[in-house]
T-cell receptor, first 113, second 112 residues
Framework: NAGVTQTPKFRVLKTGQSMTLLCAQD?????MYWYRQDPGMGLRLIHY???????AKGEVPDGYNVSRLKKQNFLLGLESAAPSQTSVYFC????????????FGQGTRLTVV | GESVGLHLPTLSVQEGDNSIINCAYS??????FIWYKQESGKGPQFIID?????DKRQGQRVTVLLNKTVKHLSLQIAATQPGDSAVYFC???????????FGDGTTLTVKP
């Protein structure tokens, strides 16, 4: 049982390049989330999904897009990376309603130069 | 009157001592609170949770206290060990919304 798996673990992008971060969970969770974590700060919600085929904006959605085509996968896209998007990105998943405890992936460290 | 513990970005304790980590939350409609532990290079991990209809909950070596009057949450760790060194985050939830808002975190360092 792998839990929440993020790929890749590290990436360096040039300004203007695009990339997709993949999150996969094997716990049959309805809710999935993408957060970013910057030094000295807590986690800020970028986008989230309450079920397959649905997405919603979080606190800091600008510059990112997401898709949830399959229940187990949640993709985070950067169309044109900017240095301000240098961060550690965490994906998480949780059950709907009965348990709001979130299970987190190991993180993706992204550097935009 | 009541005294409320301040949120500190860092906390250093001696091994074996008790630790108290404080958190202030912002939304009086929040009905579920969670403490997470994040070790270096890893994602946050669930420690303990508490619903808004409770004021105290105990786990193994950890206790969470909730004061809704002043919107304050604390995590107490008994007999702190070196393995407890990590960043601790509180999160407030509105369960029907299904998403959390995280605090800034406290870095706990345990000195041997």
């Amino acid at each position: 049982n792998a839990g929440v798996t993020q790929t890749p673990k590290f990436r360096v992008l040039k300004t203007g390049q695009s990339m997709t971060l993949l999150c996969a969970q094997d716990m049959n969770h309805e809710y999935m989330y993408w957060y970013r974590q910057d030094p000295g700060m807590g986690l800020r919600l970028i986008h989230y999904s309450v079920g397959e085929g649905t997405t919603a904006k979080g606190e800091v959605p600008d510059g990112y897009n997401v898709s949830r085509l399959k229940k187990q996968n949640f993709l985070l896209g950067l169309e044109s990376a900017a240095p301000s998007q240098t961060s550690v990105y965490f994906c998480a998943s949780s059950y709907i309603r009965d348990n709001t405890e979130a299970f987190f992936g190991q993180g993706t460290r992204l550097t935009v130069v | 009157g009541e005294s409320v513990g301040l949120h500190l970005p860092t906390l250093s304790v001696q091994e074996g001592d008790n630790s108290i980590i404080n958190c202030a939350y912002s939304n009086s409609a929040s009905d579920y609170f969670i403490w997470y532990k994040q070790e270096s290079g890893k994602g946050p991990q669930f420690i303990i949770d508490i619903r808004s209809n409770m004021d105290k909950r105990q786990g193994q070596r950890v206790t969470v206290l909730l004061n809704k009057t002043v919107k304050h949450l604390s995590l107490q760790i008994a007999a702190t060990q070196p393995g407890d060194s990590a960043v601790y985050f509180c999160a407030e939830n509105i369960r029907v919304a299904g998403k959390s808002t995280f605090g800034d975190g406290t870095t706990l360092t345990v000195k041997p």
